[in-house]
């Protein structure tokens, strides 16, 4: 079935989501012939329910309807600001039984923990592999083995239908003793609640940590980051801390298995827990999925992390998936913790491509050795940056909100958006224009006073002053400001000289020479130089093959073959020594074939 389409069925029925649930299980329960009377869970979760609500969706419901779609319903059916705000994020089912398979194929029956457990999917699996494989009861099977934490309620509250489901679906009776805790699995006292519920720790964790953004977070799970080694520092995103609480809480043999952003690899917020893994040295397993996007209407970067806490050793096995390795069929390859030193960004490819990427990095000055910088940045782009409708001697005119207004040009500045600029040529007819509350003078800036800014410049004043209240609310109302009016964050004005401007991200190569010193950017970075030659030499190299080969096996990928090129990424990129010869020729008209050889030479490199 077309689970989205299902969903937003059910969303124009009624806009309480509690009787859509109930009313689902209900109908679930009919079809599969079972009596929700035999589960206690159940009895006591019905007993209000809307029949009303039961007959509509049991009209909408196929008769086929799974027990694996009706966890993913469950999950689409979560409010899209509950996923942004606790990171709730689908696992196709796929992923799901690939992980468990190999997480919980121990010796003896093992008890499992799902940390962030969500609406559960994690733990039916895992009933179901051990029911399958060691030939235990589902009830036993929930009392004694299955354990799950979720900061929300409501999810607890799916889970222990579904699992009663389940229950029912095989013949037993429900009367299981849940072990689930709703409570915040950072927080230190749920740690030790689990602890004192298995002393020895927990035979198998696997889950789908909560995929929340550090500047998405509330104050309160940020200040609760720091209990642990691998968050204690930076801002760390939320799913990093999981692996350093599901791996505490594993027996001394056990085996943890997460998707998770594959972000911790290379990130500098993932510099703790690469430490953690290289201190603990335990043997872990990474399935990167790189670009390929796992999730249904989810944009992530993921990958498939398996621990064996069982295992000592200094090895990290990696597969990076594509045509000719899957999850059904691959061969890891081996790296070594001690690769990668003091939180290094794991890079790890094949043999073949360490070795031209080591050539990239060795054969000269890293790009780190010229000024790499960050553009500016108000918080609201939209209302100071603009392409003019027209403009006369002494106004530039901007449309916005469907309303024409003057802006002076004198309090104008001149802006790039590197992001969408292709060439010299695009620069030129996508240049922008900046309201620049600030004057600047040899290369320091300082904002206009109020009063003198409302008297010099009253059009571009009154133009602000009308959406006040939404540049007092960037960073959610909380931003420090000299002034309302002020940009919301002072990286990126002292920018002024000739540049190369180099986007946040691109699918191929691109760095755009700049030879106004007046222009400043934005959604971007950019290289700078007072020396017009080598800004022209390091375009050529920035533009070439090997630039593009390095940036693609050692950058953050994005969809549809998009590369990162933030400063961590690019800057230990070598430009090779030049002769005077040299230069002149890079510096002559030739093929893109030709320049391309000719920095492949340079770096004695050939393909």
């Known amino acids: 079935m077309n689970i989205k389409q299902f969903v937003n069925k059910l969303l124009k029925i009624s806009d309480d989501l509690t009787s859509i649930e109930k009313a689902l299980v209900c109908t679930f329960a009919n079809r599969i012939a079972v009596d929700t009377n035999n589960s206690q869970w159940l009895r006591n979760y019905l007993s209000d329910i809307d029949y009303s609500i039961v007959d509509k969706v049991n009209q909408i419901t196929e008769c086929n309807l799974s027990l694996n779609e009706l966890v993913s319903i469950f999950e689409m059916l979560v409010p899209q600001s509950e996923k942004k705000e606790k990171g709730v994020v689908y696992t196709p ?40 494989r060691y030939g235990v009861s589902y009830s036993e099977i929930i009392s004694s083995y299955l ?6 309620s409501n999810a607890i509250g799916r889970i222990k239908s579904l699992l009663s489901l389940v229950v029912l679906m095989n013949g037993e009776e429900e009367t299981c003793k849940f072990n689930f805790i709703c409570a915040d699995a950072l927080d230190q006292n749920t740690y030790d609640r689990l602890y004192k519920m298995r002393t020895n720790g927990f035979d198998c ?48 043999n056990g085996k943890l298995g997460y998707i998770s952003p594959n972000s911790y690899l290379q990130a500098v917020n993932g510099r703790n827990l690469r430490k953690y893994f290289s201190t603990e040295q335990y043997q872990i397993k990474i399935i990167d999925f790189r670009d390929s996007q796992v999730f249904e209407n989810v944009t992530s970067y993921t990958c498939i992390t398996l621990v064996d806490k069982s295992i000592e050793t200094d090895t990290i096995k990696y597969l990076r998936l ?12 081996e790296y070594h913790y001690l690769d990668f030193p003091d939180g290094k960004p794991w890079r790890m490819r094949e043999r073949s491509i360490d ?17 790499i910088c960050n553009g500016l940045a108000t918080l609201k782009n939209d209302i100071y940056f603009f392409t003019p409708i027209k403009e006369d001697n002494t106004y530039y005119f901007r449309e916005y909100n469907n309303k024409i ?16 600029i292709k060439s010299e040529t695009e620069l030129k007819n996508k240049m922008e224009i900046a309201i620049f509350p600030y004057t600047h003078t040899d290369n320091v800036y300082q904002l206009i006073e109020e009063n003198v800014f409302q008297s010099s410049f009253p059009e571009a004043y009154n133009f602000l002053s009308e959406y006040r209240s939404i540049l007092l609310n960037r960073d959610k109302g909380h931003g420090n400001y000299p002034a309302w009016y002020a940009y919301g964050r002072t990286q990126g004005m002292n920018n002024f000289g000739k540049k190369l401007l180099i986007p946040y991200i691109s699918g191929s190569p691109v760095a755009v020479l700049s030879l106004d010193p007046d222009v400043l950017f934005y959604c971007g970075y950019a290289l700078l130089s007072e020396d017009t030659e080598e800004l022209r030499i390091l375009k050529v190299f920035l533009e070439s093959e090997a630039f593009w080969y390095y940036i693609f096996h050692t950058s953050k990928p994005y969809s549809k073959g998009y590369m990162a090129f933030a400063k961590n990424y690019i800057a230990n ?35």
């Open 573 to 607: 990129f070598t430009i090779p020594e030049l002769s005077e010869e040299e230069k002149a020729y890079l510096l002559d008209s030739h093929t893109v074939e030709e320049l391309n050889n000719f920095v492949w030479n340079k770096y004695g490199i050939s393909l």
């Open 205 to 252: 964790v696997v889950g789908n940590p909560p995929y929340v953004r550090n500047k998405n977070m509330n104050s309160g799970t940020k200040n609760r980051l720091a209990n642990w080694t691998s968050s204690s520092i930076g801002n760390v995103d939320l799913y990093i801390p999981f692996f350093e609480i599901g791996i505490k809480l594993l027996s001394y």
């Open 322 to 333: 594509n045509e000719t390795n899957t999850l059904e069929k691959h061969i890891f390859s």
């Open 405 to 420: 207004y003057k802006i002076e040009k004198k309090l104008c500045i001149k802006v790039a958006k590197p992001n969408i």
């Open 355 to 371: 070795e031209v990427i080591y050539k990239l990095e060795s054969s000269g000055t890293p790009l780190s050795n010229w000024k």
């Open 147 to 152: 354990y799950g934490v979720d900061i929300d």
């Open 93 to 132: 089912e796929a992923i799901t039984r690939y992980i468990v398979s190999n997480t919980l194929n121990c010796d003896r029956i093992p008890t499992v923990l799902d940390p962030s457990c969500g609406c559960g999917a994690f733990l039916v699996a895992s009933a179901e592999y051990i029911h399958e």
